[in-house]
C-alpha cells in the first residue's frame, strides 16, 4: 500500500501562522519590527543558523541535517529567490515583502520557516509522501522552539490571531500534494473539486492558493482553521486524500487492463521526448513529465520514482537558469533545462 501512496501523494506539508504578541501584525511599513521578528527567529536557534544568499541542493554530507541557513531576500537575486519558490521552501507571497522577508530552513529542508511574510511566522514542515502526521510533529516542534524568545498572539475564545481571519484558530494548513493524472485524463477532477468543498477542503495547483495544476499536481488541504483541533484538521485531509489515492488507482489499474498498449504509447513518447529533446519550455516540460511519473509508479519506465520526483524540481526555469549560469551561459533557459533532464534519464554518456 505504501508503494501505491507514494506513487500518488508527493509530499505532505503542514503550515502554522503565527504572530508575535507585542507587534503590529503587519511589518509592511515598519521595517524595525521586520528585523526584530527576523531577529528573534535566528535566536530561537542560536548556534544552528548560518547565512546564505543561494539556495542549496538537498543536505550534503559534511551539511548537518539540522542546521540552519538564514535567506535574506533583499539580498538575494530574483533567480535564487524563485528557486526557494520551485523548492516549495518559501512562497510566492513571500517574494512581494522581498524587502522585510527572510526565511531560515534547515539543512534537510524538511523544515522551513517564512519571516514577514503575510504573518510574522510561516513555520512549514515538508515531507516526502504520505507522512502528514509526521510533518506535524516537526512544524509544532519548530514552533515550540521559536515561542521560547517571545510569546504568540492567542485568544482563549478565537485560537491563535493571524493577520487573515481565515487562518485564525489553529493557524494551521495540512495539505498533500498528489499526482492525479488519470483523474485528469478521464475529466473526473471537476467532481472531485466541488465534493471536497462541501467537505471543508480546497483543491490547488502545484504553488497553492491561485496556481495552474501544472502536471497534473493538485494540493488538497482545509480550508478552515477556526472551530476544528489539529487533529480533526490533519485526519480529515488524510480521509479526503486516501479516498483521492483510491480513486486514482482504480483508474490506473482500468487503464492498464483495458488499454495497456494506449498507456504505454503516451508513457513511452513523454518518456523519448524528455531524454532527447534539445529545448523544451517549461508548460511542454510538466505536461512530459507527468506522463514520465506515471510510467515510473506503475514500473513502465526503468526510471526511480525519485529521480522523476527530483527533476519536478531542478528542471524548473530558476534551477535552469542557475545551471546555465554554472555550467554554460550560451544555452537558453530552455536547452539548459533539457540538458538537466537528459543527465538524469540517460543512464551512458552514449545515450545522450
Known amino acids: 500500500m505504501k508503494d501505491i501512496q507514494n506513487g500518488i501523494v508527493v509530499t505532505s506539508r503542514v503550515r502554522l501562522a503565527r504572530n508575535y504578541h507585542d507587534l503590529p501584525f503587519s511589518n509592511l511599513e515598519n521595517p524595525d519590527n521586520a528585523q526584530t521578528c527576523i531577529n528573534r527567529a535566528k535566536l530561537a536557534f542560536e548556534g544552528r543558523v548560518s547565512a546564505a544568499t543561494v539556495p542549496q541542493n538537498p543536505v550534503s554530507p559534511s551539511q548537518?541535517?539540522?542546521?540552519?541557513?538564514?535567506?535574506?531576500?533583499?539580498?538575494?537575486n530574483?533567480?535564487?529567490?524563485?528557486?526557494?519558490?520551485?523548492?516549495?521552501?518559501?512562497?510566492?507571497?513571500l517574494l512581494q515583502n522581498s524587502q522585510i522577508g527572510a526565511a531560515l530552513i534547515?539543512?534537510?529542508?524538511?523544515?522551513?520557516?517564512?519571516?514577514?511574510?503575510?504573518?510574522h511566522l510561516r513555520i512549514q514542515a515538508m515531507l516526502s509522501g504520505l507522512q502528514l502526521q509526521e510533518a506535524a510533529s516537526q512544524a509544532f516542534e519548530a514552533e515550540e522552539t521559536l515561542e521560547k524568545q517571545c510569546a504568540f498572539s492567542f485568544d482563549h475564545q478565537w485560537g491563535y490571531l493571524t493577520a487573515c481571519p481565515t487562518n485564525t484558530g489553529t493557524g494551521m494548513r495540512a495539505s498533500l500534494m498528489l499526482h492525479l493524472p488519470m483523474l485528469t485524463f478521464f475529466k473526473q477532477m471537476g467532481n472531485v473539486t466541488q465534493s471536497v468543498a462541501?467537505?471543508?477542503l480546497t483543491i490547488r495547483g502545484i504553488y497553492g492558493e491561485g496556481s495552474e495544476a501544472l502536471g497534473d499536481l493538485y494540493q488538497v488541504s482545509n480550508q478552515v482553521t477556526l472551530g476544528r483541533t489539529e487533529?480533526?484538521?490533519?485526519?480529515?485531509?488524510?480521509?479526503?486524500?486516501?479516498?483521492?489515492?483510491?480513486?486514482?488507482?482504480?483508474?490506473?489499474?482500468?487503464?492498464?487492463?483495458?488499454?495497456s498498449l494506449s498507456l504505454q504509447d503516451r508513457v513511452l513518447r513523454s518518456y523519448g521526448l524528455l531524454r532527447y529533446a534539445r529545448q523544451m519550455d517549461a508548460n511542454e516540460f510538466m505536461e512530459h513529465w507527468s506522463k514520465l511519473r506515471l510510467g515510473c509508479a506503475l514500473?513502465?519506465?526503468?526510471?526511480p520514482l525519485s529521480v522523476a520526483d527530483s527533476l519536478l524540481t531542478i528542471a524548473q526555469d530558476?534551477?535552469?537558469?542557475r545551471y546555465r549560469a554554472n555550467k554554460n551561459p550560451s544555452l537558453s533557459t530552455d536547452q539548459a533545462r533539457s540538458e538537466i533532464i537528459r543527465s538524469h534519464l540517460n543512464p551512458t554518456p552514449q545515450e545522450v
Open 231 to 259: 487533529k480533526e484538521i490533519i485526519d480529515g485531509v488524510i480521509a479526503v486524500g486516501t479516498q483521492l489515492i483510491d480513486m486514482e488507482q482504480s483508474l490506473r489499474q482500468r487503464a492498464v487492463a483495458e488499454a
Open 64 to 76: 548537518s541535517p539540522e542546521a540552519y541557513t538564514l535567506y535574506t531576500l533583499k539580498t538575494m
Open 78 to 93: 530574483s533567480t535564487s529567490r524563485m528557486a526557494l519558490v520551485e523548492q516549495h521552501l518559501i512562497s510566492r507571497d
Open 299 to 303: 514500473s513502465l519506465l526503468p526510471v
Open 106 to 119: 534547515r539543512g534537510d529542508q524538511t523544515i522551513s520557516i517564512m519571516i514577514n511574510e503575510e504573518d
Open 318 to 321: 530558476a534551477h535552469a537558469k
Open 198 to 200: 462541501k467537505l471543508g
